[in-house]
């Protein structure tokens, strides 16, 4: 399940979209194709998704609302580009959905929207991923059940390689070199998205760095990260890298239609290029950068949350235990049946049979070996802030040192916000 079906979604979007609709407290949501489930008879539950690219997940959680009996769920799948402005806009209205699908962030939880799942959760605490559990943790209280775990990785074509005689790179100098040397005609070496962002968290890994660190500090400023910026500003503007390609990054169209050797993608695409491209199919995570730099992958994901301003929220608290902890069979048909993910859960990862063998092991073992998740204090505004590094020192010509300065000044304002 991609991030995003038509247009490229990222979270650093929804901050502004939020504060910029608080502005606007009497804007509804919007998205239509609301689909009431006939299946409960208790009370009346919406819950807001957004559009994932893969057929059948639409149908998939409608269905799985309308086997709920207690409660008569209703579904607003938001398609196009505005999940996130639908979702914040809904959150000040009385039409705020009870449940809701987004990504850990502090900030929800400092502001009493989300609620306290840990007593749902406690029971089977030690049947999930604890990175998962961690990175949903707050002072001790689990705040949302993730719902699939989305790894990260480059995707590449084994012919091109053995043609352009290409070894799997290893640090970002290999890459660089491998993109040169695979670009022929109308095909480039590399696809990193179209503005890089898509990759800006694991420049930051690649680097041997860290977001903020366990004290909520700045852990981003190193020199390794520095150093990796001037190198993809050289990758940026080498000719190599396929630029404004008609899909972004979570979409596999650019390596299955050959308009590039190398892609940055998620797991999710496995299938839709396996099918394209069969065993000429490859992955990789990103290469390290630097001498104190570490190959990494980024392990996305989304998480079911209840709101906590909403009116029915014990009701909502007992649809999500149903759906998201004691149906294993729908957590499994979510989390393989519409592209590839990996299970939260590690009883039900266990049981993945479609995970076991070929390129998808090869994705579990890459998660596990290399994955870092997204910490909950790393929010919104903090990405943003680093996605302008990206745009002022990569895709511009800018000094990264300074535009790592500006970063740290915007950074440390949101820490002192959110810890004082």
Request: hydrophobic share 40%; with cysteine.
């Amino acid at each position: 399940m991609s991030a995003m079906s038509s247009t490229n979604w990222n979270r650093r979007n929804v901050l502004q979209a939020a504060m910029g609709l608080a502005a606007a407290g009497g804007l509804a949501a919007c998205g239509g194709n609301t689909g009431r489930s006939s299946g409960g008879s208790g009370d009346a539950l919406t819950q807001y998704f957004h559009a994932y690219g893969e057929a059948g997940t639409e149908q998939a959680i409608k269905k799985y609302a309308a086997a709920y009996k207690k409660a008569n769920v209703s579904t607003n799948w938001i398609t196009g580009n505005n999940f996130e402005s639908a979702l914040f806009a809904a959150l000040l209205t009385k039409k705020a959905p009870d449940v809701f699908e987004f990504h850990p962030q502090l900030q929800l939880v400092k502001s009493g929207q989300v609620a306290d799942l840990t007593d749902l959760i406690d029971p089977v605490k030690d049947d999930f991923n604890p990175n998962d559990i961690k990175s949903h943790t707050v002072d001790g209280k689990i705040y949302g059940i993730r719902m699939i775990d989305d790894p990260q990785f480059f995707y590449y074509r084994k012919s091109m390689f053995e043609k352009a005689k290409v070894e799997v790179p290893t640090t970002l100098d290999e890459l660089i070199e491998a993109a040169a040397k695979l670009t022929t005609g109308k095909v480039k070496g590399v696809f990193l998205g179209n503005d890089f962002t898509a990759i800006q968290n694991v420049i930051i890994w690649s680097a041997g760095a860290d977001t903020i660190n366990a004290n909520n500090e700045i852990a981003y400023h190193t020199d390794g990260v520095a150093e990796g910026l001037k190198q993809l500003r050289q990758l940026f503007t080498s000719g190599n890298v396929l630029l404004d390609a008609p899909t972004d990054f979570w979409d596999p169209s650019s390596l299955n239609q050959g308009l590039c050797a190398m892609q940055w993608g998620g797991m999710w695409s496995m299938p839709a290029m396996q099918q394209a491209l069969g065993d000429d199919l490859g992955i990789f995570p990103f290469p390290k950068i630097g001498s104190a730099g570490k190959q990494s992958v980024y392990n996305g994901g989304w998480s079911i949350f209840v709101n906590a301003k909403g009116k029915n929220v014990e009701a909502a608290k007992e649809y999500v235990k149903w759906l998201w902890i004691d149906q294993k069979q729908y957590q499994e048909d979510w989390a393989t049946s519409y592209g590839f993910h990996i299970p939260p859960r590690t009883s039900i990862a266990n049981s993945a049979t479609k995970l076991k063998t070929g390129l998808p092991a090869e994705g579990v073992k890459l998660f596990t070996d290399y994955g870092h998740f997204d910490n909950i204090a790393y929010d919104q505004t903090m990405q943003t802030a680093f996605a302008e590094v990206i745009a002022s020192s990569v895709r511009k010509n800018g000094n990264p040192e300074a535009a790592l300065d500006t970063c740290d000044k915007k950074v440390n304002v949101e820490l002192k916000k959110l810890f004082g």
